[in-house]
Every structure is written in C-alpha cells, then in structure tokens.
C-alpha cells in the first residue's frame, strides 16, 4: 500500500542519496538497519545529519558516503532542528524528564513530581545504552541522540524531541563519534 509516509520516504532519500530511485511501482519500504549509502558532497566527514522526514541518522564516513541509521525523532512541535556539537558522551546515562515534559504528561511523569529523582541508567532507562547530548555554543539544548527502551518508535515521530536509535545502533554510532562531532538536524 502507497501511503503519505512512503512517499515523504521516498521523496527525502531521492534527493538525498542519487541515484538510489526505487523501481516503477514498487513502494520502498522503512529499513532503520544501518547500510553504507551515497549522500551530497556538502557533508562533510565525520558529521552528523538527521532527516526527521525520512527517519533517518546519517553518519558521514568520507566525501559523499555515510552510514544511514534509522530512528524515532521528535513529535510535532517538540523536535530539534538547527546545528549543534556533541560536548558529552555517556554509557547507560542517567535520566530525569525535563519540567516541559513533566507538565505536559503528568501522569506519565508522576514519580518525578515534586523531587529530585533521577532514574539510574540501566535497561529500563528511556535513554538506553548510550547518549551524545546536543549543545549550542556551550549551552546543553536538552535533546538527545540516544537508545531507546521503545525499539517499536523507531521510524516514528514520538519522542520529546530526541533523537532515538535502536540500542545497538546507538552503540555503533557512539564508538565512531567523538566529543565535538557537529549534527545537523534538517
């Protein structure tokens, strides 16, 4: 079935990726497994790129190749876009929800009301096994490209605005990245 989602999909990864046109009538389908694919000569290597249209992370590996990710992205009103450097790393991070997030969904943030807990990392963590946290000129933004303990949103817009990976995804990414990668989120 051809819906509106396979066709913002397939229109972003044609004029990101040349040469990459699906066969005449044939929908493509949402693959979030990592694949080497070719991307503009602008991006540069070692950068970031997220299409939050697409559900896709591009890690620039050399001129005109990245490794494609899938991923979750932010929902409407909430995403990040702009430019930003990775200023910090962790494994198994820790966690608390911002107060934007408590006050919008109070009953699902209620255990953090009125305190100052913060969820230990760990498998049950909304962060997952590893998270870049997003910086502007030295100022942490609050958005995230991290695991995820929700592997089924990947390929959707649904987080507070992070960036979701699956876990092993997430563990790739963060071992080629160093502290100071730049991310573009388009």
């Not at 009538?25 to 497994?33: F, S």
Request: hydrophobic share 35%; glycine share 8%.
């Amino acid at each position: 079935m051809f819906t509106r989602r396979t066709f913002v999909t397939t229109a972003a990864a044609t004029c990101l990726i040349p040469g990459m046109a699906t066969a005449k009538n044939k929908a493509v389908e949402y693959d979030p497994t990592p694949q080497y694919v070719r991307i503009k000569k602008e991006f540069l290597p070692g950068q970031l790129l997220v299409v939050p249209r697409s559900f896709y992370l591009y890690y620039v590996t050399e001129p005109r190749k990245a490794i494609r990710y899938g991923c979750g992205v932010g929902k409407a009103g909430l995403e990040f876009t702009g430019t930003a450097t990775i200023d910090v790393k962790k494994e198994w991070p820790t966690w608390r929800p911002t107060e934007e997030m408590i006050e919008r969904e109070p009953r699902t943030y209620a255990r953090f009301k009125d305190n100052d807990y913060v969820q230990p990392g760990g498998g049950d963590n909304p962060l997952g096994a590893r998270a870049l946290y997003l910086f502007q000129n030295g100022v942490d933004t609050y958005f995230r490209i991290h695991g995820t303990t929700q592997p089924q949103t990947i390929g959707t817009a649904a987080s507070n605005g992070c960036i979701r990976m699956l876990n092993a995804h997430v563990i790739d990414l963060y071992e080629r990245v160093p502290v100071g990668t730049v991310v573009t989120v388009v």
